[in-house]
Structures are given as C-alpha cells and as structure tokens.
C-alpha cells in the first residue's frame, strides 16, 4: 500500500515537472497570458496539495511505528512472567527469549520513527520502560533471585538438559535484556541542568513546610564543607 501511494505522488510530480517545461517551450507570441498564469497557479496549487499530502503521509507512518514499538515495549515486559512465590520472574528460557525478542522488535519499529515530536515521544517512554525492567529484575541487589547463578541453570543441565531437567536461560536474551536496562549514554540527562537548593529555600523548609528536608541538606552541606 505504501509502495503504490509513493509511486502514484512520483507520477503525479513528474506530470508536473512535464507540463511545467511544456509551459517553457511556447512561443512568446502566442501565449495567453491568463491561460498561462491560470495554468501556473493550477500547477502551484497542485505542487503544494502534494507536499501536504505528503508530510500528512510521512507523519502518520511514522504515528504506527510509534504505537507499534510502545504496544512491543510492553508486551516485552508483560512478557516475565511472575513467580508469586518469590516475585521475581520465573526462571524460564522460552520466558526470557520471548521477552528479549520483544524488545529487540521494538527497537527495531523504534528506528523507523521518522517525526521528531514521535522521536521525543518514544524516548520517554523507553526510559519509562527501561526504569520497570530495572526495578523489577535489579540484578544489581544481593537479595533478588538473579543475583544467584543457579537461577539462571539447572545444576547439571548447563549443557545437556532434557524434559525433566530445566533449560538453562539463553544468554542473548540476556544480554538483550541487560543492555536495554542500562543508562543511555546519549541520552540528555535533565537533572544536570537543576540548581542545588539556596539558602531561602534551606531556612524556609526548616521553619515551614518540609524541616526533615531541610534537616538533611544541612547534613549535605557540612559534609560538603569538610571534603
């Protein structure tokens, strides 16, 4: 469908371009000159209506890569099924492999945005995505099912398993999943731009509205005289 609407807007400019350079080639002497200049406006006004057509066409392509890729980041997470015992993804490889290949679906529809304000849109919601990943898996805590290697294999089916033994979870899944929940690097990171408190701010938490707040930036600060 898109292949055919492209190739019907490519005919409609080259009419155009062709009846431009007929336009061209008329002998001066005689030209009617309100049949010519009607004839340009037509062909301005036809020249606009395309471009229109076109940048409506663009945006609402790139407006399905959108939908598409936030419904893949979803169903990626949706994807870890929870062990209510533990509350904790189950230990799974079909579990992990299917989640990972969501994910990389969904960055793979993510890169076909093509509007900017989509673009702004879908990083924001991958950082949404990338913060649930990580508090629901947070490899980084001694305390969660991940941070112990047997919950990724079964003792003795490392290498060879079989139906009565668990599958040991594929490690591109992940690797897939992992990288996603790290820090993008290239990403603009707002906070940096924000001012510490100022002393107004510090006196009137402390006598107003928020003095356990304005407790600890004392402590901040005379911590921060001594370094």
Not at 39 to 65: H, M, N, P, T
Not at 95 to 109: K, P, Q
Not at 181 to 188: A, F, Q
């Amino acid at each position: 469908m898109e292949n055919k609407q492209t190739s019907i807007l490519e005919s409609i400019e080259l009419l155009l371009a062709k009846i431009t350079d007929q336009v061209t080639l008329l002998n001066n002497s005689n030209i009617d000159w309100i049949g010519l200049c009607t004839l340009f406006a037509i062909v301005i006004g036809l020249g606009v209506a395309i471009k229109k057509f076109k940048a409506e066409f663009e945006w609402r392509k790139s407006e399905v890569y959108l939908e598409q890729a936030k419904e893949l980041y979803q169903l990626a997470y949706n994807a870890l099924i929870i062990d209510e015992s533990t509350n904790y993804p189950v230990n799974n490889r079909r579990v992990w492999l299917t989640s990972a290949r969501r994910l990389l679906a969904a960055e793979a529809m993510s890169k076909k945005i093509t509007e900017e304000s989509h673009k702004i849109s879908i990083d924001e919601y991958i950082e949404y995505w990338r913060v649930q990943f990580s508090d629901l898996l947070s490899f980084d805590s001694n305390d969660r099912p991940a941070s112990n290697k047997e919950y990724f294999y079964e003792k003795g089916a490392l290498y060879h398993w079989s139906d009565s033994s668990r599958a040991p979870i594929h490690e591109s899944s992940i690797a897939v999943i992992y990288r996603f929940m790290k820090w993008n690097e290239d990403r603009e990171n707002y906070l940096k731009n924000v001012d510490d408190f100022n002393e107004d701010e510090i006196h009137r938490m402390e006598i107003f509205d928020a003095r356990g707040v304005g407790a600890y930036i004392r402590e901040i600060r005379k911590r921060d005289e001594k370094e």
